[in-house]
């Protein structure tokens, strides 16, 4: 199978490659093309790919272009790791949000917003070619962000997609490990949205095991999640990282202003990967791409494409239609489950009935979600400036007004309809 990576000049790519050399058992890959419009990174990031490969004593083909059309062309499957605008975009987002008061993040709040506008019409215009040019079962799968957003509107434009995101996979690898089990033994109660998400379960062999995790280890989860231990504790369930803009915005706010933003030291460390990635000896990911973010993103990416081409029918967390999975959303909304993965694609298992506490923010969220896609597809500042107005870390509409200015204004050189 030819798989393609648009983006591949990330400097994610060593550990998505990593994942795929690991499991070539797994996922029969004959040729990996990295696509990328950055003709001066995309040469660092393919080299050591391709070394990183060898050093496998993997067979498979590896290169590199900057030609969307000849990197997608026949391919089996294409992987989406896209961020327009770059670090430095990325770095604004976390930074404007905070005049008005509000969070400044790149998946949530205005921040991500912003992402979803630039990133939607360059997804669909990259599915589109896709469609017209790789294999005509092909898969398309989306880590990127905001990922919910994403997959929804590839989805709504008919591409067989799914959506990925590394949390779930990254809970899961550490019970597994503090229990000394293998993965494959444990089980989450995983449930919301992309980037909004719960587990209210833990099983391993089919026992349940968060009680115990919580009362021998909620100080050590609380302080990797960034919220309170009380918090956790009365809630009894594990929310994800990205819960605490909610559960803790303004105190998030006042940590973010005059702090460096993520997205700086993120660039920081992207130059020096690309510094080591620039050596030609070196033939595995270094111990630094830990720091970029992204754990086990290899293992999940390599493991649904492994069971979406061989139709498997193991379980995996992915973003996919709700269908009436969780009743109080609209069956197109995209959600973020457990999910049977097979040739036909990921069809989410039941979940048990979600507390209001919870499927209210779920509903919420969901309901901006789709806010959002309209003002990513068709454009125009009411259109911005509703989804801002919709979303439950804003909904004033002072500050959703002078929100919106700020979004235009930073983004003026993405948006083709301003």
């Known amino acids: 199978m030819k798989l393609t990576v648009v983006g591949g000049g990330s400097t994610y790519t060593p550990e998505l490659v990593d994942g795929i050399a690991r499991l070539r058992d797994r996922l029969p890959v004959s040729e990996l093309v990295l696509v990328d419009p950055d003709a001066t990174r995309l040469p660092l990031v393919g080299g050591v790919s391709a070394r990183i490969m060898a050093a496998y004593g993997h067979p498979a083909k590896v290169r590199w272009t900057t030609d969307l059309e000849d990197g997608v062309e026949g391919a089996g499957a294409v992987l989406l790791q896209l961020r327009i605008g770059g670090q430095a975009a990325r770095a604004r987002d976390e930074t404007w949000p905070l005049e008005c008061g509000c969070v400044g993040q790149e ?59 590394n949390v779930a996979i990254g809970f899961q690898r550490r019970f597994a490990s503090a229990a000394g089990v293998d993965p494959s033994r444990v089980a989450l109660d995983h449930f919301g949205l992309n980037h909004l998400t719960w587990i209210r379960g833990v099983r391993i062999d089919g026992e349940e095991v968060l009680p115990q995790i919580l ?5 050590e989860i609380a302080e990797d999640i960034e919220l309170p231990v009380p918090l956790v504790q009365r809630l009894g369930v594990i929310p994800s990282y990205y819960l605490r803009y909610y559960y803790q915005h303004d105190v998030v706010v006042e940590e973010l202003r005059g702090a460096q933003t993520r997205g700086a030291a993120v660039a920081d460390i992207e130059r020096r990967l690309l510094e080591m990635y620039a050596d030609p000896t070196l033939d595995r990911k270094p111990d630094l791409l830990a ?27 992915a973003n996919v239609r709700n269908n009436g999975t969780m009743p109080f959303l609209a069956d197109d909304a995209v959600i973020e489950v457990p999910a049977l993965i097979g040739g036909d694609g990921a069809v989410p298992l039941p979940v048990a009935a979600v507390p209001p506490r919870y499927s209210g923010l779920i509903s919420h969220v969901s309901a901006y979600e789709e806010v959002a896609l309209e003002a990513a597809l068709l454009g125009g500042r009411d259109r911005v400036f509703e989804a801002l107005l919709a979303h439950p870390l804003i909904g004033q509409y002072d500050p959703a007004e002078r929100l919106t200015d700020l979004l235009l204004h930073e983004n003026k050189d993405y948006l083709a309809w301003i």
């Open 107 to 165: 998946t949530t709040g205005a921040g991500g917003l912003a992402k979803a506008l630039r990133t939607v019409p360059v997804v669909l215009d990259i599915a589109d070619t896709v469609r017209r040019l790789a294999a005509p079962d092909a898969w398309i799968i989306d880590f990127t962000n905001p990922v919910g957003i994403v997959t929804r509107a590839l989805l709504d434009a008919g591409h067989r997609a799914v959506g990925l995101c």
């Open 215 to 219: 009362a021998e280890r909620a100080e």
């Open 291 to 317: 720091e970029r973010g992204g754990a086990f993103y290899s293992e999940a990416a390599a493991n649904l494409l492994a069971s979406l081409v061989a139709g498997t029918g193991d379980v995996q967390v």
